[in-house]
């Protein structure tokens, strides 16, 4: 139980921290993707047809601050339709088309807050009303033919089964946009985040990788000390694996465990 206790607590400190690592990382690669503004600038209006009807908008950001933090006013046809303050950086206020098809255009606000914590909103305008979206992280990608976007996001509901063993990570979501609404799409296998991907963990013990999730033929073996890499988290049921390549570039499929597998866990300090 205490261990538990442990791990949630360092997932909560984590997930403000591990954003700021999202943040740093600011190639974004946008697959077969519509930008229209990247990082507006403040105090230029910009003009689009943000819902497509034939009749163009005036989109207007203004970014302060004062002694509280970084503040930002968004303003669509002259009228004030967005206010932050408090914010721990500069905000990046960007125009996206992410669905093609869904004849509307994409107003990204992205947003570090004080306590370095990174999560962003996506606007849709329709006729005069506004629809707000949050969510935690930041997008890394979008398809616009699919209107797929991909976030960001560290420790995500849909896969806090591995953090008892890896510690705390980052994975990449998608989320299905459309004109009305922002569904997350449901997989069994979600790839790590790039900073994640690219770290190198130290078995904690002898890791026995399979071929595949069945977890009947075995792969290969890292012994404890040899370093690997996490590649994607699956989970199908009550069957969670870890996808990892090891030192000789091998892919397999580690099963989940009630302890760390891994040295070098991450940690929020």
Known sequence: MKKIKQIVSFILIFSMTFSTIFMLNTKNTYAASKKYVDNARSGITYSYDLDKDGKKEKILCLI??????????????????????????????????????????????????????????????????????????????????????????????????????????????????????IKRQVKNTYSTSSYIKKRKYIASKNLIAYKTTTGKTKAFTIKKGYKFNIVALYKKGSSTYIKVKNSSGKYGYVKTQSTMIVRNPIYAS
Request: hydrophobic share 30%; aromatic share 16%.
């Open 64 to 181: 302060g601050d004062d002694e509280y933090g970084y503040t930002l006013d968004l303003y669509i046809n002259n009228k004030l339709r967005k206010h932050y303050f408090g914010l721990g950086d500069i905000p990046c206020v960007s125009i996206y088309d992410i669905n093609k098809n869904d004849k509307s255009l994409d107003i990204y606000i992205e947003l570090v807050h004080d306590s370095m914590y990174c999560n962003f909103d996506l606007l849709k305008y329709n006729k005069g009303s506004i629809k707000s979206y949050t969510y935690e992280g930041r997008i890394s990608s979008f398809d616009s033919n699919k209107g797929i976007m991909n976030v960001s996001q560290s420790y995500p509901v849909s896969t806090n089964y591995f953090a008892c063993c890896i510690g705390a990570y980052g994975v990449i979501v998608p989320y299905k946009v459309n004109k009305t609404s």
